[in-house]
């Protein structure tokens, strides 16, 4: 089974710098174990009260399981939003002239600008796949960019494949992006800019998520 996922070494795929920070902001700090956990539990809170948490954290040995489980083109996708961060819409956005090591791109949800950057080896798969137009065409048409809704099938159909009862979609590699991020750094603004959040509380949701799953299941044990 290889599906070419290394938790160890996911971060890193995004500028990092200061220069990425924004003018009002205070710097970078870490992350006090007290301060972790008041942050989560006010996270978990609104997570629950805004839905923020509609696709949930995978462990380790499930992004393995399912990156496996997907095929080729897709799993591809995943990986870069593993490594980089980015959201499977601007993955799929991505066209051949971009690839580079380093690189920027426009995100579609909030229009910012991001760099980002690639490993040599997942920058020649990509490379391999690309098309004329897209790197990830389109099924049916070359012309078009390959669906999010079909990334999406793919993984619901590796959910089901491997019985995982937690709620899970192509965001939830962006997730595992953030606690891998926060675990390997222990700072909170860093994964902040990494994700391009304005909102720190919204960071919070996704780089606490495995330890608001876990609140969860317990939570479910206990009612058992």
């Known amino acids: 089974m290889n599906s070419h996922y290394n938790a160890s070494s996911t971060p890193g795929g995004v500028d990092l710098t200061k220069s990425g920070q924004s003018k009002c902001e205070k710097s970078p700090r870490a992350v006090s174990a007290a301060g972790l956990s008041a942050r989560r539990r ?3 809170k609104e997570g629950g009260q805004k839905g923020r948490m509609k696709t949930e954290y995978l462990l380790n040995r499930e992004v393995e399981h399912v990156l496996a489980a997907l095929t080729p083109s897709n799993r591809l996708v995943l990986r870069v939003s593993l490594h980089t961060g980015l959201r499977v819409g601007d993955v799929l956005a991505l066209r051949p002239a ?3 090591p380093q690189f920027w791109i426009t995100e579609q949800k909030t229009g910012k600008r991001r760099r980002v950057g690639l490993p040599a080896e997942l920058l020649r798969e990509l490379r391999s796949e690309a098309g004329e137009v897209w790197v990830f065409e389109g099924r049916n048409d ?4 390959r669906t999010r809704q079909a990334v999406w099938a793919d993984v619901k159909r590796a959910q089901r494949a491997f019985r ?3 709620n899970i979609g192509p965001h939830s590699f ?3 992006y953030a606690v891998d991020l926060l675990r390997r750094y222990g700072d909170i603004e860093r994964v902040r800019r990494a994700l391009n959040h304005r909102d720190v509380s919204v960071t919070m949701v996704y780089a606490l998520a495995d330890q608001l799953l876990r609140a969860k299941h317990k939570k ?3 009612r058992a």
């Open 42 to 44: 006010r996270a978990e």
């Open 98 to 100: 971009q690839l580079g």
């Open 142 to 145: 070359w012309r078009k960019h």
């Open 164 to 166: 995982l009862p937690q």
């Open 174 to 176: 962006r997730k595992v």
């Open 220 to 222: 479910i044990r206990n």
